[in-house]
C-alpha cells in the first residue's frame, strides 16, 4: 500500500522567511504533484513533477523530487500573507497518466502572518 | 477557465435522501475519471475509479450501493449518495485525466454536502 507523509502538517511562519515542506512516498513512483488549498475551496495545481532531480518554480514556491529517495520538497522563500493556504503532495502510483488516482500526504496547514 | 466542471458545489439534504453530483470534463474526453471525499481539515481519500462503459471499481471500505457511480458518457461521471446521513456530510472532488501526448489531471471545483 502506497503510503504518502507530509511534514510539517501544520506551519507557522513569519512573513519574509524561507521554509520547506517535505513529502516522502513509499513506493516507486515518477510522478508527483503539489497542490494548493484554500478553505472551502477545491485544489489548485502549483507543480507536476515527472522525473528525477526534476526542479520547477513559480514564484515564492520551488519543488524539486528526488525518486531514489522518494522524496519531494516545496520550498517557499520570503513568504508573504497570501501563500497562506494547506499545501497537498501527491503521488501517482501508475506508470504514468494518473490511472490509478492519486494518493495524497494529509496536508500542511500554513499560516503566514505578518 | 475550469476545464472540470462539478455541479452543484454546495447542496443541503435531509437525511434520508439521494444526492447526485455531476462531473463534467468541458474540453476534452475523460475515459477515466476519479471521486475523492475529504473531511474537514483532512487529506482527499480517494473513493472511486469510474470508467467509461463499465462498472466504477471502488476503494476498499467503500460502499458501492451507497456510491453510485455512473460515467455513461466520455465527458459524464455522475455521483450518487444514496439514502445520506450526516455521517456522508463532506466535501467531495472528482478529477479527470486528460490522455495523450500532455497528459493532464484535472479537479473539479467540488461538492460540498450537509446531510441534516
Known amino acids: 500500500e502506497l503510503k504518502v507523509e507530509q511534514n510539517p502538517l501544520f506551519l507557522s511562519m513569519q512573513e519574509g522567511k524561507n521554509y520547506t515542506i517535505y513529502c516522502n512516498y513509499s513506493?516507486?513512483?515518477?510522478?508527483l504533484y503539489w497542490y494548493r488549498q484554500d478553505p472551502g475551496k477545491s485544489l489548485e495545481s502549483l507543480f507536476v513533477?515527472?522525473?528525477?532531480?526534476a526542479v520547477k518554480q513559480e514564484g515564492r514556491l520551488m519543488a524539486s523530487l528526488d525518486t531514489k529517495a522518494r522524496l519531494s520538497t516545496l520550498h517557499i522563500t520570503a513568504a508573504v500573507h497570501d501563500l497562506s493556504a494547506t499545501y497537498f503532495c501527491a503521488v501517482d502510483p501508475s506508470s504514468g497518466g494518473g490511472a490509478d488516482g492519486l494518493t495524497f500526504g494529509k496536508g500542511t496547514h500554513l499560516i503566514i502572518q505578518p | 477557465g475550469a476545464v472540470v466542471s462539478q455541479h452543484p458545489s454546495r447542496v443541503i439534504c435531509k437525511s434520508g435522501t439521494s444526492v447526485k453530483i455531476e462531473c463534467r470534463s468541458l474540453?476534452?474526453?475523460?475515459?477515466?475519471m476519479f471521486w475523492y471525499r475529504q473531511f474537514p481539515k483532512q487529506s482527499l481519500m480517494l473513493m472511486a475509479t469510474s470508467n467509461e462503459g463499465s462498472k466504477a471499481t471502488y476503494e476498499q471500505g467503500v460502499e458501492k450501493d451507497k456510491f453510485l457511480i455512473n460515467h455513461a458518457s466520455l465527458t459524464l461521471s455522475t455521483l450518487t449518495v444514496t439514502s445520506a446521513h450526516p455521517e456522508d456530510s463532506s466535501f467531495y472532488i472528482c478529477s479527470a485525466v486528460r490522455q495523450g501526448s500532455n497528459e493532464k489531471l484535472f479537479f473539479g471545483s467540488g461538492t460540498q454536502l450537509s446531510v441534516l
Open positions: 474540453d476534452f474526453q475523460a475515459t477515466t
Open positions: 513506493t516507486t513512483s515518477d510522478r
Open positions: 513533477l515527472l522525473s528525477n532531480g
